[in-house]
């Protein structure tokens, strides 16, 4: 059964940092595209970043640019999230997700196979 558990949410002041993690199970992820989203209340699940299998290419929403860092460890089937800078505005539930292995990244939701069930990133002013 494959399964991806996201970590690391919390309260946090403005301005603050947190690593978020998602860990991989049932299957290796080391041919897939893993992308981390967000969905604040009332509003549609959104892009944030995602990374090629490689770890080589990554791409951010440009809400998120300069402020968030998304990288993985293929041995540990993990990927990470590092938010700095947080804002208000990021508060939101964080969802890690998986495309099928060897498709392309993409930021729309519907192409990605496998979801965590979320964390939760509050940010306080």
Known sequence: QVQLVESGGGLVQAGGSLRLSCAASGRT????VMGWFRQAPGKERAFVAAIHWSG??????????GRFIISRD????????????????DTAVYYCAARRPNYPSS??????????????VTVSS
């Open 29 to 32: 992820f080391s041919s897939s």
């Open 56 to 65: 080589g290419t990554t791409s951010y929403a440009d809400s998120v640019k």
């Open 74 to 89: 293929n041995a540990k089937n993990t990927v990470y999230l590092q938010i700095n800078s947080l804002k208000p505005e």
């Open 107 to 120: 930021v729309w939701a519907g192409d990605y196979e496998y979801w965590g069930q979320g964390t939760q």
